[in-house]
């Protein structure tokens, strides 16, 4: 009877956990694990503290995001076309696309950099490989099984809880470092400082987590958006709180993980200098041991396999939103081909930048800064629209969380607007 009772506890878990899991499993992809390793190498536990400080702030804007689509029934980019200007939504989707389609070349080439380390072999087939992987896959498999495909890849995540664990690491120090931080003000601590932020509170995770709940609403035949359906609001409002928190909790830990992970080998050992997740996972080997870099190269490639399919998927939302294309995981390609054809050419993109005379992994960390950038003008619209009756419905922010998002929105803005300063 209990082993009955556990079996079904744990279906009830995993339906609950969904959009917000995968949204944050995706934010811990390749650039974000160089982002966090370059972190870890430049500045040891120092800049621990940051992953502790953006867990309310991540939560809170991913939460109002699901709200949107779950309470509207469609993503950030239908109703910023619904309710603004038409060169606004132009603008953020533009914005969005060439941020997504930068990620995912470094993410591709990332992954077939650590296949190479791992077996040997031309890293650009392996990249192509993964890319053309990612893109069948979301074409061509069902919408339910592919979601559930996405929640078993996140286990991969764990691979890095466990290079921590094989590491010796100087937990008191690690703690102190983590909850009493300290501060400094100069352009590359900065610089570092909205990287991490960009990475973890990032424009493409707005879209794809909005989007999902809309589409969670047009799969299910009952399901309807709240502002429709307002009797369903009570149990799917407690449903986004619980899987967005799990989502956010387990992105940042992570994060937290690989930058403790890094700080106690590379930055002990005066590596300080790391460009690349696979550099990070490389150099790991002769100090850490093969073991740990096994773990970190392994937890690149499934991250990546999260990933991918997240950016090409949150493009081809946001821009079949924006035209108001058919669109959604959840059609036949026949039914929705420009969007299909979006996450096809997105993921196609991606592959040919490993081939520019462009090195598109050291673009990364940049790229995550100018995620950091772009997610300023994003959030405040975002916050904006949660706070309308008019797109909302009776389903605005509640207090509590409508002052967080705004205190997020503030963060990411003062933070952008320091790195201008100190530049």
């Not at 609950?16 to 992809?29: V, W």
């Not at 102190?176 to 300290?182: A, G, N």
């Not at 989007?211 to 609001?233: G, I, M």
């Not at 460009?275 to 150099?283: D, G, L, M, V």
């Amino acid at each position: 009877m209990s082993s009955r009772a556990e079996r079904s506890s744990s279906r009830r878990v995993l339906q609950i956990l969904g959009p917000g899991l995968i949204t944050g499993a995706s934010d811990d992809d390749p650039s974000g694990i160089a982002t966090y390793s370059q972190v870890g190498a430049q500045f040891g536990f120092g800049l621990g503290w940051i992953m502790l400080f953006s867990f309310p702030l991540m939560t809170a804007i991913q939460e109002t995001c699901a709200r949107i689509g779950r309470a509207t029934g469609e993503g950030i980019a239908g109703n910023i076309r619904r309710h603004y200007p038409v060169w606004l939504l132009r603008i953020i989707v533009g914005l969005l696309l060439v941020a997504n389609i930068i990620n995912l070349g470094a993410d591709l080439g990332a992954m077939g950099s650590v296949v190479t380390m791992l077996i040997g072999g031309p890293a650009l087939l392996y990249a192509v490989f993964f890319g053309a992987l990612c893109a069948s896959l979301q074409i061509f498999t069902n919408y339910k099984s592919y979601v559930s495909i996405l929640k078993w890849i996140s286990i991969s995540l764990l691979a890095y809880v466990a290079t921590a664990l094989v590491i010796d690491i100087p937990w008191r120090e690690v703690m102190l470092r983590t909850l009493v931080p300290s501060l400094q003000f100069e352009t590359k601590y900065v610089v570092a400082i909205v990287a991490v932020l960009g990475t973890t509170i990032s424009p493409y995770l707005f879209f794809w987590q909005s989007s999902q709940e809309a589409e969670e609403v047009r799969e299910d035949p009952n399901a309807k958006p709240l502002k429709r359906a307002p009797r369903q609001a009570p149990a799917e409002l407690r449903r986004i709180r619980i899987d967005t928190y799990i989502g956010m909790f387990v992105s940042n830990a992570i994060g937290w993980f690989i930058i403790v992970s890094v700080a106690a080998t590379l930055n002990a050992h005066g590596v300080n200098d790391i460009q690349t997740a696979s550099q990070a996972a490389e150099a790991l080997k002769p100090i850490a041991g093969p073991l740990a870099f096994a773990l970190f190269a392994v937890g690149i490639i499934g991250t990546g396999l999260l990933a991918v399919p997240v950016l090409a998927g949150s493009a081809a939302y946001a821009l079949a939103e924006a035209l108001q294309w058919p669109g959604g995981l959840a059609r036949k390609p026949r039914a929705a081909k420009a969007f299909y054809g979006t996450i096809a050419v997105a993921t196609g993109l991606g592959m040919i930048f490993n081939v520019l005379p462009v090195d598109p992994i050291k673009a990364l960390f940049w790229t995550a800064v100018l995620n950091g950038v772009v997610a300023v003008p994003i959030m405040v619209m975002t916050m904006l629209m949660a706070g309308q009756q008019r797109v909302m419905g009776r389903f605005v922010l509640p207090r509590s969380l409508a002052v967080m998002g705004w205190i997020a929105t503030a963060v990411m803005c003062a933070v952008a607007v320091a790195l201008i300063v100190t530049w």
